[in-house]
């Protein structure tokens, strides 16, 4: 007998719009649509109580003023009570310090979390892996990041994507590896054989055609 065909979880994709959401939050109800005209980092951790995502949610917390410098709000999610999240947060506080000032979503129902495939049957049936998802002010989709449920994300490198995301949609350019602001950016290469040759003598850092850098 042929063993039944694991369900794959739906995934949204890159340069799309995000999958729309209204949600049960410890700020009270929350859509993906109160976001618009501002950049917003949604991310998941498994449960509340739980050691990794409590130094992940401490990360964000305090960045949370350096995401809103770049008009980025932070969004947290997880398959636990919106009581089980108010009484995380205030363990937080109490054990480490750190106020939580950005809202939780209470997905019980793992709506959001199954539309945004945060459910990975390799890793958990019933809890959202470590997601992060960036989304424009325009509410498209930009960057999706996972992470195994062992290990938690870098909140430094989420912060740097939307920095170079950010440079990229004003400047039309790319950003190399592990870029910050204030290093030089890839100039996109031209797309004929005339552009090519004539590239080295437009006065950017030049390696080869395809390959030239600037400084903003």
């Given amino acids: 007998m042929q063993?039944?065909?694991?369900?794959?979880?739906?995934?949204?994709?890159?340069?799309?719009?995000?999958?729309g959401f209204t949600a049960k939050t410890t700020h009270g109800q929350k859509s993906l649509s109160d976001?618009?005209?501002?950049?917003?980092?949604?991310?998941?951790h498994p449960a509340d109580f739980t050691p990794v995502c409590t130094t992940e949610f401490s990360g964000f917390a305090t960045r949370a003023d350096q995401f809103a410098e770049l008009n980025c709000d932070l969004l947290g999610l997880s398959i636990d009570s919106v009581h089980a999240h108010i009484a995380w947060k205030r363990s937080i506080k109490d054990n480490f310090g750190v106020e939580i000032p950005f809202p939780i979503i209470a997905d019980l129902d793992m709506k959001v979390a199954n539309a945004y495939g945060m459910i990975q049957p390799g890793a958990s049936d019933t809890a959202a892996v470590r997601a992060t998802f960036v989304i424009d002010p325009e509410g498209v989709l930009r960057a999706m990041l996972y992470y195994p449920m062992t290990n938690g994300r870098s909140v430094d490198e989420v912060l740097r994507l939307v920095k170079s995301l950010q440079t990229s949609d004003a400047h039309g350019v790319a950003t190399p590896e592990n870029w910050i602001p204030g290093e030089p950016v890839i100039v996109p290469p031209p797309n004929t054989a005339e552009g090519a040759e004539a590239r080295k003598d437009e006065g950017y850092e030049y390696t080869d055609w395809y390959f030239c850098k600037k400084t903003l």
């Fill in 3 to 19: 063993a039944q065909a694991e369900t794959q979880p739906v995934m949204p994709q890159l340069n799309r719009p995000a999958p």
């Fill in 35 to 44: 976001y618009t005209g501002r950049w917003l980092v949604l991310f998941a």
